[in-house]
């Protein structure tokens, strides 16, 4: 405990010039690690802006589905951005300081687009309901209005919630290292610097972890429980692989996002302490993989998008043929 002479008067606060990043600096094959995680950037930015394109001008795909799959790639850009250039900065070119505005910016844009990759999941499981579990219902139930209204919805909630994390960070002192045990500016491992009560930022961390994990898993794991039973109501064994098989790429993009985030935000929550190699290695990978991942399972796994890729394909050769070859056989 600090003496009553060392004490900060409470309107005192001191905020250091910037913080260091030195999660993964333990790590073997560091540089390996964080170049891995470069290409799987440049290609989700590739894929997903590819995906986006074909969503924006392909008028047949601007239906509830394609507007929620839209958004997810939205997200997931924005998402992997927050994390992987501050890494290759850290890692790649070994400046690993982070001025304290920049620090909190980070904070607020990761945490807020975390929380809308887990909410769009739950969109996603929403459209998959409704079009199992009520298919003659589906245009009046679930329109482009509907679908438009939900995606702000859950982009105002995220944007809101989020913001006091950050916020609560200035109003904290820091008197001691500014060494960030993590592999960017995160909310736990900053505060945890913190010379003064951080009881607040405890408590908002656990909430943020039941609003980011638990929820949206809980609700995902209701809707298919209700298309389940609507799936095992079916006569028809082909049609019951039909409609599990619209799922399939979403349930994928569940079990990558949530299964290792549950593992790490559980063990946190009941006070097991991970190695925290271990913990950046798999929050970092789950936040790079699956927004590589979602815009490759879409592309081929829908029809649609399928077919409009070939489309453009086509067009964009007979616009630019390729070149004819003169072969001569002797």
Same mark, same amino acid.
């Given at each position: 405990?600090?003496? *009553? ?63 929620? @799959?839209?958004?997810?790639?939205? @997200? ?23 001025? +304290? ?46 679908? *438009? ?64 994990? +638990? ?38 993009? @569940? ?76």
């Amino acid at each position: 405990m600090q003496s *009553a002479g060392n004490e900060l008067p409470n309107n005192t606060r001191i905020h250091p010039p910037g913080f260091y990043i030195i999660g993964l600096n333990s790590m073997p094959y560091t540089n390996i690690y964080v170049i891995f995680l470069t290409v799987l950037y440049v290609f989700t930015i590739m894929c997903n802006v590819f995906l986006i394109s074909i969503i924006f001008y392909e008028r047949r795909l601007h239906v509830p589905k394609f507007m929620a @799959v839209g958004n997810l790639a939205v @997200v997931d850009l924005v998402l992997s951005s927050s994390l992987v250039p501050s890494m290759i900065k850290a890692y790649l070119f070994l400046d690993n300081f982070v001025p +304290f505005k920049w620090c909190l910016l980070q904070m607020y844009t990761y945490y807020a687009f975390l929380s809308l990759e887990s909410m769009s999941l739950c969109v996603l499981a929403y459209d998959r309901m409704i079009a199992i579990c009520f298919p003659l219902r589906q245009e009046t139930l679930n329109t482009n209005t509907k679908m *438009a209204y939900i995606i702000g919805g859950i982009w105002c909630f995220a944007i809101v919630v989020v913001i006091y994390g950050p916020t609560s960070i200035t109003y904290l002192s820091f008197c001691g290292s500014v060494k960030v045990n993590s592999y960017f500016c995160d909310y736990a491992p900053v505060f945890r610097l913190a010379c003064s009560d951080n009881s607040q930022q405890w408590i908002f961390a656990t909430s943020l972890s039941i609003l980011l994990v +638990f929820l949206p898993f809980s609700f995902i794991f209701l809707t298919y429980t209700c298309i389940l039973i609507c799936v095992f109501r079916m006569k028809s064994i082909q049609n019951r692989y039909k409609a599990l098989a619209t799922c399939s790429e979403h349930l994928i993009l @569940v079990a990558l996002f949530f299964i290792p985030v549950s593992i790490v935000f559980n063990l946190g929550f009941f006070g097991i302490v991970i190695n925290p190699n271990v913990r950046a290695v798999v929050l970092s990978i789950t936040s790079c993989l699956t927004p590589c991942v979602n815009p490759i399972l879409y592309s081929l796994k829908t029809k649609e998008i399928r077919i409009r890729s070939y489309f453009l394909f086509i067009q964009r050769l007979s616009v630019h043929p390729l070149p004819k070859m003169n072969i001569n056989v002797h």
